[in-house]
């Protein structure tokens, strides 16, 4: 044992003790240490020694033995800072011009930010307001034909009940299907009150559901069990403002509903109107339908071969859906397998999370509502950046470019003894002060723009920001400490090491000018602005363009003169007379040029759909129609020409119980060009086996009509397969009119409907309104994108008249000895305005490559699509030309048309 | 004066150490007393803590070399740590007189 050689602890504890400890108590402590150390070293060896000693060391490491970070004579800073808010808010007041420009450009920015937030977050959260939402699933199809795939977001009536049975992970399965799928998409609901009034009403947004469906979602209640309410055959369940139409505001439940005049529904619960973030919206929703066919033999005939369901499975709480998922490949040959051999095609099942619903996977077919995108909101989401950005860099401008002003004020604080770091804080607490004005302006902006800004989104989020999810979720107040704490630090801390960094003489001699570095950065700045700029507004051109392209393009048809009126769905067995005596009545109006019923008409993606080859091919050749049931006049009505071939003839009908027979059908140039015919002509006369359910048969192709905007432009034309259906046919009744009276002869159009079908309800639209909703999501894209191009183009606008007015200010005296030795105020303004130029043709020389490239990404989407153009370069620079070299005219004029001496006198 | 029951212990300590009462020693002696091996954290915090609430005075004593140069801080029992020590006991006592079969063996005394 040797007590003076080096039994040291390990060098490395001991640092860590003196990293920690403060200069008052490491002597005593380490000495301590130390001490047991050595006597531990003696009696337990080395290895115990250093470890009791590490972790006295780590014991230690409490508040009495940590370095203070501040002095140990502490002052008393609550002076100094009351005289920094008076300074402050002093500072704000006496440039009431450049603190205005601040505040309300910010406030402007974060309302603008907080408004898109809101959406934001309504669009990410859809869904999640279900109890289970997490453990909800949707079973989708992934189809495989002919070597192209494809998602459908239903699936077959079996496969929810043979889930449940199948696997002990699924809880609860739920299907819903809607009624177009029977009875076409709009039925008339009709209720007989006490004094015996009938009130009829169409509703579409109508479905049958399995009971379960009440109870694997949330959806709340006003009467009725959600429990039991669909059980029984013949129930409907109603939304409360349905409920209030029909019944006031009384309790309705064991009222009776009828739809189409015949089967009668007991009304069995009203839940609350289904709010605006649900993938699924409906009004109505009755058992019959799955009810009937759950017990009944036809549905099981149907089992696996209709994909129309919209089938949820609601998992176990540890059922991992992964795993599941996989075992659904054997599950679907289980039950499909003979299926997919016969017909050539390949299936899985795929289970897509409820909460992706709305935004996931964007190019699923049969979707209920249209889907949200993605990429829309997180666009909407880098603007709302953006504008807060700008925002952002207005103050550093600001506040750096009129820092000249408090030099004194610092260097006096310098003389008196004012450290950097409290300089630094006095003016970190200024930013601090004029963000959280502005975050009060933007409240106040909020309060009254957003139920503007709801209608423009488009989306039903609650009347005010404090009803909305976005709040009660207690997210918005995390991202609005994070504005205000980014704010106040990103735009405060650089003015903030500007001003303190002055140097004491110079500034108090009066020698002090801006810095080289500040302009170059104060340029780069108000460049980036500029870029920022020039994108949106390129960005918001081609929206705007592409649009109006998309709404202005020849259709193949006037949609504008086209009336379109509901098929009687009330009706007996006379029905076709009844429509004959119709047409005749409504043909003998001058103003109406063409009548045609139809099973469906342009402006939405058709629901009924099928294969079709060419005669004598195997299944490999098929290739996807879409059917059409038509009366002759279609055609002559809609105005679209019959390229090759005739119309159908009067008595030609489809009538598919009669086998061996060749049925005459009529396709579009699509359909032509798919089934590889080099022209139309060719395709006359041509046999094909076409599909209707299962089944397939021959048909001849008796005539080509030309190709025409089934969808939006967005899509590229559909294939086509027309039917002969003459007389009455299910759904729609166009009407050709020549439109010098529309008004008389609409309402001559509704009595002959009242007179022909009693007890229907007379609902028309114009087909190009109808054909336009399809644009209402690219519209409002639009108008969010231009409002808010405006909004930050307004707040670049106020940063640069803010910056121009402080820098012809700082300049007052060369402009006045200018002006004496001769120089003319349109000189002036070309050399003050130099620099602004030369930043414009350098923002746009940056911006538009980004903008050519991401707008040539989203006009990809589009089938039918304007070409860029030369606006989109040119526009942004001369708006932003216009703008700044406005400012700084005016500016200039201003200071340059005053008497020169009285800025000259003083010296 | 309050004060928690472990610093009582610490000041007792602290007293009956006399001129020689500095960390180690005081940790030393608890552990005699008591049983209980206090951490040395806990021991120099209560130190601390008692000299802030004027329990403790403390001087700086001399260099050993066992403790690699360093000095020691030598404590001393203030009279109102005399005090606080008196409290804490009469608060013990009268709390205990209220226990019926407790035999604290004071009666002998």
């Known amino acids: 044992m040797n007590p003076e050689g080096k039994q040291h602890p390990p060098k490395w504890t001991d640092r860590l003790l003196q990293w920690f400890c403060s200069e008052q108590v490491i002597e005593t402590l380490q000495g301590d240490l130390h001490e047991l150390y050595i006597k531990r070293r003696r009696r337990s060896g080395k290895f115990r020694a250093d470890l009791y000693f590490f972790l006295d060391v780590i014991d230690v490491c409490r508040p009495f033995a940590l370095k203070r970070r501040s002095n140990p004579n502490n002052l008393n800073y609550d002076g100094i800072f009351q005289n920094y808010f008076k300074a402050g808010s002093r500072n704000l007041i006496r440039n009431k011009s450049f603190s205005t420009i601040n505040i309300f450009g910010l406030a402007i920015g974060m309302a603008a930010f907080f408004l898109i937030i809101q959406y934001v977050d309504f669009e990410l959260n859809y869904d999640k307001f279900h109890q289970n939402s997490d453990r909800i699933y949707r079973v989708i199809i992934d189809s495989e034909r002919s070597s192209s795939s494809s998602l459908i977001a239903s699936n077959h009536p079996g496969t929810g009940p043979s889930m449940k049975t199948d696997f002990p992970e699924v809880e609860e399965y739920a299907r819903i299907i809607h009624q177009s799928i029977f009875m076409g998409e709009v039925t008339t609901w009709s209720y007989i009150d006490e004094p015996g009034r009938e009130k009829i009403f169409n509703e579409a947004r109508v479905f049958s559901a399995d009971p379960s469906f009440l109870t694997m979602f949330s959806f709340p209640f006003v009467f009725g069990d959600p429990g039991n309410a669909l059980t029984d055959i013949n129930s409907v369940v109603i939304s409360q403002s349905v409920s209030e139409k029909f019944f006031g505001p009384e309790n309705p439940l064991g009222k009776t509903l009828t739809l189409n005049g015949r089967q009668t529904y007991n009304v069995t619960g009203v839940f609350k109107d289904i709010p605006g973030n649900s993938h699924i919206k409906f009004d109505l929703l009755i058992s019959s339908f799955l009810k009937q066919w759950s017990d009944g033999e036809w549905l099981k005939e149907k089992s696996w071969v209709w994909p129309e369901f919209y089938t949820y499975v609601r998992l176990t709480p540890q059922a991992d859906p992964k795993h599941l998922e996989t075992k659904l490949e054997d599950f679907v040959v289980k039950y499909t397998g003979d299926l997919m051999k016969e017909w050539n095609f390949k299936q899985r099942f795929l289970l897509q999370p409820l909460t992706d619903i709305h935004l996931g996977s964007s190019n699923i077919r049969k979707e209920i509502e249209v889907r949200g995108s993605e990429r829309t909101v997180y666009f909407l989401l880098g603007i709302a950046t953006l504008i807060l950005v700008i925002a952002w860099i207005n103050y550093i401008n600001l506040s750096t470019s009129t820092s000249i002003k408090r030099a004194r004020e610092v260097g006096l604080r310098k003389v008196v003894g004012a450290s950097k770091p409290q300089l630094i804080t006095q003016f970190l607490l200024e930013s601090a002060m004029v963000n959280l004005l502005a975050i009060l302006c933007s409240f106040i902006l909020i309060f009254f723009t957003y139920p503007f800004f709801g209608q423009l989104a488009g989306k039903n989020m609650g009347d005010s920001l404090l009803e909305s999810s976005l709040i009660s979720g207690g997210r918005f107040w995390l991202i609005l400490s994070g504005v205000f704490i980014l704010g106040s630090f990103l735009a405060g801390l650089y003015p903030a090491f500007v001003l303190s960094s002055f140097r004491i003489v110079t500034v108090l001699k009066g020698k002090f000018f801006g810095s080289k570095s500040g302009i170059i950065l104060r340029k780069t700045l108000v460049g980036s602005q500029f870029v920022i700029s020039v994108a949106l507004i390129a960005g918001t051109i081609m929206v705007y363009k592409q649009v109006s392209f998309m709404r202005n393009q020849e259709l193949g048809y006037s949609a504008e003169q086209l009336l379109v009126i509901k098929s009687p769905s009330v009706g007996d067995s006379t029905i076709r007379s009844r429509m004959t005596t119709f047409k005749t009545e409504l043909m003998r109006n001058p103003e109406i040029n063409g009548l045609a019923p139809s099973s469906q008409i342009p402006g939405k993606l058709i629901p009924m759909a099928n294969s079709i080859r060419n005669f004598g091919e195997g299944t490999g050749g098929n290739v996807r129609t879409y059917h059409y049931m038509i009366d002759r006049d279609f055609f002559d009505t809609f105005g679209l020409d019959i390229v090759a071939g005739r119309n159908f003839r009067v008595n030609e009908s489809r009538d598919l119980q009669d086998t061996g027979t060749i049925f005459a059908i009529m396709v579009n140039e699509q359909v032509t060009e798919s089934l590889g015919y080099s022209g139309a002509q060719e395709a006359i006369d041509q046999l094909v086996y076409f599909a209707v359910g299962t089944k397939d048969w021959v048909g001849k192709i008796v005539g080509v009509v030309e190709n025409f905007n089934q969808q939006s432009l967005r899509e590229g034309y559909d294939p086509i397969l027309f039917f002969p259906f003459p007389g009455f046919s299910g759904q729609y009744i166009t009407i050709n009119l020549n439109m010098i009276h529309p008004d008389e002869t609409i309402s001559f159009i509704e009595d002959q409907y009242r007179q022909a079908f009693p007890g229907n309800q007379f609902d028309y639209f114009f087909l190009d309104d109808f054909f336009d909703r399809q644009y209402a999501a690219d519209q409002q894209f639009g108008k969010l994108f231009g409002l808010f191009s405006g909004l930050a183009l307004a707040i670049a606008c106020l940063g640069l008249l803010g910056l121009s007015t402080f820098m012809i200010s700082q300049r007052t005296k060369e402009i006045a000895v200018r002006k004496v030795l001769g120089s003319t105020i349109p000189g002036m303004i070309h050399l003050f305005s130099k620099d602004f130029i030369r930043l414009i043709v350098a923002a746009n020389l940056i911006a538009l490559p980004v903008v050519y490239f991401f707008i040539r990404n989203w006009l990809s989407d589009f089938a039918f699509r304007t070409n860029i153009g030369w606006s989109m370069f040119i526009v942004p620079a001369i708006v932003l030309l216009v703008i700044s070299l406005t400012t700084v005219s005016i500016q200039t004029i201003r200071t340059g048309s005053m008497n020169a001496t009285r800025f000259l006198r003083s010296e | ?109």
């Open chain 2, 1 to 109: 004066m309050k004060i928690g029951a472990f610093e009582e212990l610490v000041l007792l300590a602290v007293g009956s150490l006399g001129e020689n009462a500095y960390g180690v020693a005081v940790k030393e002696l608890l552990k005699e007393k008591t049983g209980r091996t206090p951490s040395i954290g806990a021991l120099h915090s209560a130190l601390y803590r008692l000299e802030d609430k004027g329990c403790l005075n403390s001087s700086e004593g001399g260099a050993t070399s066992e403790r690699g140069g360093r000095r020691k801080k030598f404590y001393t029992l203030t009279a109102a740590g005399k005090n606080a020590i008196i409290d804490a006991n009469r608060i013990r006592l009268q709390f205990s007189k209220n226990i019926e079969g407790l035999n604290l063996g004071l009666d002998e005394s």
